[in-house]
């Protein structure tokens, strides 16, 4: 909108713009703040409250949540005074206070507003911001009533909007996942439409992209749709005893070093050398290797007898298609890298961690594990194994059949990014 008051509005709106883009909220907020106070002094109350608005917006994105409550309660109040010819100002306001609102977590009044958004500036022919507000909205929907609940919703927003923008394509595709989610809230694979599909940080995401099917979360994303820092916290000390930054920070630094499995599994694995068919050749290799180092005639059964689940596992994997008619499994590292790519995103949403250091084990893991195994399926294969050797006992049970059906949505599903994205 244009905005209009005492003369100096045209620096201070500069000036507010400029610290937005770089990221200085704190500085864009005050800059907001002294322009709206400026317009509500020369009398312009429609331009304070679209201003107010995107001082509140600033506030929320610097942590100041509460005073960004407050200012948008304030322009709230102000907007129900305006004529009836300052529906630009309330549309504006509608979509300002959709991001502090879902920043407050308060998702369902944030995507009421922003579909008040959308219905605003279509009234006032702005397209372009319709738009961009109705995809926000349909985003908002799906976070708050869940993809299948979303359904109707969306269908009636798109039934809103002029079929030939890119808005409309966005909000179907939306539409289109929320539709093709099974009746669960897990082994389903979610793409996060506001985070990116491509380059160096997702291809190494995608690493992580077993867990990430398997507890139904947004695969390309660092923090995820989870961001409750109580929640993460008591994951984190639950299933691995992390309770602080330090702790975490071993527990990454051993899954990137590929020290948190049985090293027992990748000595045996390690015995069977390249063309080795034969298993009483692979026995023989792993009973010379515990003769050399010395190991106990107990220990050494027990190593023979690991390399027997392995082969029977691969046998299985074979029927299955986890692996080719002749593979095998070289190595077991892929599932600590697999779970380092998600303890990356539980540090971060637990706060014990910051969004570089974060991005910086998932690159890692990613780096690491493309010089281990030869393709997404290889690595695939690698993973389950060591899942399987740490929780599924030789039973082919539920641990087995949920990891089969990752596996079979990862390397056939047209929307996963391992048919997208090149290995390493």
């Avoid at 394509?169 to 979610?190: F, K, N, S, T």
């Avoid at 992390?242 to 694995?269: F, H, R, Y």
């Avoid at 082919?396 to 290995?423: F, M, Q």
Wanted: some cysteine; charged content about 25%.
């Amino acid at each position: 909108m244009t905005y209009q008051a005492a003369d100096n509005t045209g620096e201070l709106l500069d000036r507010a713009r400029k610290y937005d883009r770089q990221g200085r909220f704190e500085d864009a907020a005050a800059a907001f703040a002294a322009l709206a106070d400026a317009m509500e002094a020369g009398g312009d109350w429609a331009s304070a409250v679209a201003v107010r608005a995107r001082e509140a917006r600033a506030l929320q994105a610097a942590g100041r949540t509460d005073e960004a409550l407050h200012v948008l309660g304030r322009a709230d109040q102000v907007a129900g005074e305006l004529p009836g010819d300052a529906a630009e100002a309330r549309a504006v306001l509608d979509g300002q206070a959709a991001h502090v609102l879902a920043g407050a977590g308060r998702t369902g009044e944030a995507a009421r507003r922003a579909w008040g958004a959308m219905t605003g500036f279509r009234a006032l022919r702005d397209d372009k911001r319709a738009d961009r507000a109705a995809v926000h909205a349909a985003r908002l929907i799906v976070v708050d009533a869940g993809a299948r609940d979303a359904v109707a919703p969306l269908r009636d927003m798109l039934a809103q909007m002029p079929p030939a923008g890119d808005g409309y394509q966005q909000v179907a595709a939306i539409l289109a996942e929320a539709e093709r989610r099974p009746d669960r809230d897990y082994d389903i694979l979610i793409t996060d439409h506001e985070a990116p599909t491509w380059g160096r940080l997702t291809a190494a995401l995608a690493v992580g992209a077993h867990l990430a099917v398997a507890n139904g979360v947004a695969w390309n994303t660092i923090t995820g749709t989870d961001r409750d820092p109580e929640h993460n916290r008591t994951l984190l000390s639950r299933d691995w005893g992390i309770t602080d930054t330090g702790s975490w920070k071993s527990a990454m630094d051993a899954l990137l070093a590929a020290e948190n499995c049985d090293p027992a599994i990748q000595i045996v694995l390690d015995r069977r050398a390249a063309g080795m068919t034969d298993p009483l050749a692979w026995h023989s290799a792993i009973a010379g290797w515990c003769q050399d180092k010395q190991v106990s005639v107990e220990t050494t059964e027990e190593l023979v007898g690991l390399a027997r689940q392995i082969a029977q596992y691969e046998e299985r994997f074979r029927i299955d298609g986890l692996l080719p008619p002749e593979g095998r499994v070289d190595s077991v590292f892929g599932y600590d890298f697999g779970r380092a790519v998600n303890m990356a995103r539980w540090g971060l949403n637990a706060g014990y961690c910051d969004t570089e250091t974060a991005e910086e084990c998932v690159l890692r893991a990613g780096h690491y594990a493309s010089k281990v195994y030869k393709s997404w399926e290889d690595y695939s294969a690698g993973y389950i194994l060591g899942r399987m050797l740490r929780f599924d006992d030789g039973e082919l049970g539920e641990w087995y059949d949920r990891s089969l059906t990752g596996h079979r949505i990862l390397v056939e599903d047209p929307g996963s990014p391992w048919r997208k994205l090149a290995w390493g």
